[in-house]
């Protein structure tokens, strides 16, 4: 989790700010994943920040959605294309990847649990996507 935070403060995901009037922010959760080596024995534990879009209300808090995800058939037809010609293939497991895109529109998130703020009506203002939104 401590990677987690530290890489998403790295790369300026949020920053602190009150809460504007008649704005509401979406809370965060944390979403757990154990990583597995190729025998099936533990490799690592992954810890994830999500951020509880499903609150949000389209047309009200966001206008269109996108995400970027590389279809099951491309994968295939490269992996296909490799095999053909004979192409070496390696596998890279990024930690903490950002693909993260700017965002348009004002996002508030809740503190993170566990996180106290001294100051109530502060939150984190999003300039990034987390996953769940």
């Given at each position: 989790m401590r990677l987690e935070i530290q890489a998403l403060e790295e790369n300026?995901?949020?920053?602190?700010?009150?809460?504007p009037v008649r704005k509401s922010a979406v809370g965060c959760k944390w979403v757990?994943?154990?990583?597995?080596?190729g025998d099936g024995s533990i490799e690592r534990f992954k810890a994830r920040l999500a951020a509880k879009g499903y609150t949000q209300m389209e047309?009200?808090?966001y206008l269109e959605t996108f995400s970027p995800v590389v279809k099951m058939v491309t994968?295939?037809?490269?992996?296909?294309?490799?095999?053909?010609?004979?192409w070496h293939l390696h596998q890279l497991d990024v930690n903490n990847a950002f693909?993260?895109?700017?965002?348009?529109?004002e996002v508030h998130m809740s503190f993170l649990p566990d996180?106290?703020?001294?100051?109530?009506?502060?939150?984190?203002?999003?300039?990034k996507s987390l996953y769940g939104l």
């Amino acid at each position: 989790m401590r990677l987690e935070i530290q890489a998403l403060e790295e790369n300026k995901t949020w920053s602190l700010t009150e809460l504007p009037v008649r704005k509401s922010a979406v809370g965060c959760k944390w979403v757990y994943k154990v990583k597995h080596h190729g025998d099936g024995s533990i490799e690592r534990f992954k810890a994830r920040l999500a951020a509880k879009g499903y609150t949000q209300m389209e047309g009200l808090d966001y206008l269109e959605t996108f995400s970027p995800v590389v279809k099951m058939v491309t994968i295939r037809t490269i992996l296909a294309l490799a095999s053909y010609l004979n192409w070496h293939l390696h596998q890279l497991d990024v930690n903490n990847a950002f693909l993260h895109g700017e965002l348009d529109g004002e996002v508030h998130m809740s503190f993170l649990p566990d996180f106290q703020s001294t100051n109530l009506s502060q939150v984190l203002k999003l300039h990034k996507s987390l996953y769940g939104l």
